[in-house]
């Protein structure tokens, strides 16, 4: 089995950035794709960012792309978030997923192992 755990969220003024951190234990030697999704408030679980493991292909949500950047150290089994020009409607529940079929994939569905979450609160 896999483990995640995310670090790193805390309270921002709107422009400012934060850095998340996922760090997988475990049966790491499984995971195919990672991928950090969103909540907030009375709304939908949000996809933000995926990460395919064997070729490192990338890919963003419209409402992040060119603010948000996924990134992952193999040595450390560790998965990141750079979260940059923070907007308060960037607020939520930041969780990321790992997946053990390479399939590429945006749906939380397909993601077996989720972390516990991480606050981001974004001031106006």
């Known amino acids: 089995q896999v483990q995640l755990v995310e670090s790193g969220g805390g309270l921002v003024q709107a422009g400012g950035s934060l850095r998340l951190t996922c760090a997988a234990s475990g049966r790491t030697s499984s995971i195919t794709k990672t991928a950090w999704f969103r909540q907030a408030p009375g709304k939908e679980r949000d996809f933000v960012a995926h990460?395919?493991?064997?070729?490192?292909?990338?890919h963003y949500a419209d409402s992040v792309k060119g603010r948000f950047f996924i990134s992952r150290d193999s040595a450390k089994n560790t998965m990141y978030l750079q979260m940059n020009s923070l907007k308060p409607e960037d607020t939520a529940v930041y969780y990321c997923a790992a997946g053990q079929s390479p399939v590429v994939s945006y749906l939380g569905s397909e993601y077996q192992t989720w972390g516990q979450g991480t606050q981001v609160t974004v001031s106006s």
């Open positions: 990460m395919s493991w064997n070729n490192g292909f990338t």
